[in-house]
T-cell receptor, first 113, second 112 residues
Framework: LAKTTQPISMDSYEGQEVNITCSHNNIATNDYITWYQQFPSQGPRFIIQGYKTKVTNEVASLFIPADRKSSTLSLPRVSLSDTAVYYCLVGDGVTGGGNKLTFGTGTQLKVEL | SQTIHQWPATLVQPVGSPLSLECTVEGTSNPNLYWYRQAAGRGLQLLFYSVGIGQISSEVPQNLSASRPQDRQFILSSKKLLLSDSGFYLC???????????FGQGTRLTVV
């Protein structure tokens, strides 16, 4: 599993757009990029997954440049309830006996009024 | 729909006592199963993962063991708990075709 690097923490205010960047220089050809959100005392929750270019769903967008060595999770107009830890994972979406999901330290996002 | 059950939600155990945490998944077959531990204010540490019945991979040497007696059942055990085993334990499952994982509600273990 490719190693990822994220900022330890970020601060923002309600209504702002937040962009969290993850570096994964050793990403392999078969690796997908997945982001999770975790609130205190809860398990992580899937946010978005992508392979290249841009993916958008109802909660976030994921931007992946052509070289795929990084990715950016974009949260539009954050609210207080978006305060959480955000994890970036890269892993092989093709089974080879299953995939091992290794989480890094994540980015603690704090949203204030 | 798929669901994952993990119990108990909280547990206080004395040092040296045994441990058994159980996780079951419904609504899917042959899932990948995972056990994670999270210390206070820290990230998730992968403890064990399993790709099939009786197939367990251990990620870190430790005082814990895991078993998968049935396709959708994953058990985390210890014969003698240590203070350092305290933490938030999470069970998760994923399909074999992508890396999206679904987590249980977690067990808060305090070893005293």
């Amino acid at each position: 599993l490719a190693k990822t690097t994220q900022p330890i923490s970020m601060d923002s205010y309600e209504g702002q757009e937040v962009n969290i960047t993850c570096s994964h220089n050793n990403i392999a050809t078969n690796d997908y990029i997945t982001w999770y959100q975790q609130f205190p005392s809860q398990g992580p929750r899937f946010i978005i997954q992508g392979y290249k270019t841009k993916v958008t769903n109802e909660v976030a967008s994921l931007f992946i440049p052509a070289d795929r060595k990084s990715s950016t999770l974009s949260l539009p107009r954050v609210s207080l309830s978006d305060t959480a830890v955000y994890y970036c994972l890269v892993g092989d979406g093709v089974t080879g006996g299953g995939n091992k999901l290794t989480f890094g330290t994540g980015t603690q996002l704090k949203v204030e009024l | 729909s798929q669901t994952i059950h993990q119990w108990p939600a909280t547990l206080v155990q004395p040092v040296g006592s045994p441990l058994s945490l159980e996780c079951t998944v419904e609504g899917t077959s042959n899932p990948n199963l995972y056990w994670y531990r999270q210390a206070a204010g820290r990230g998730l540490q992968l403890l064990f993962y399993s790709v099939g019945i009786g197939q367990i991979s251990s990620e870190v040497p430790q005082n814990l063991s895991a078993s998968r007696p049935q396709d959708r059942q994953f058990i985390l055990s210890s014969k003698k708990l240590l203070l350092s085993d305290s933490g938030f334990y999470l069970c998760a499952w994923s399909t074999t075709m992508n890396s999206e994982a679904f987590f249980g509600q977690g067990t808060r273990l305090t070893v005293v």
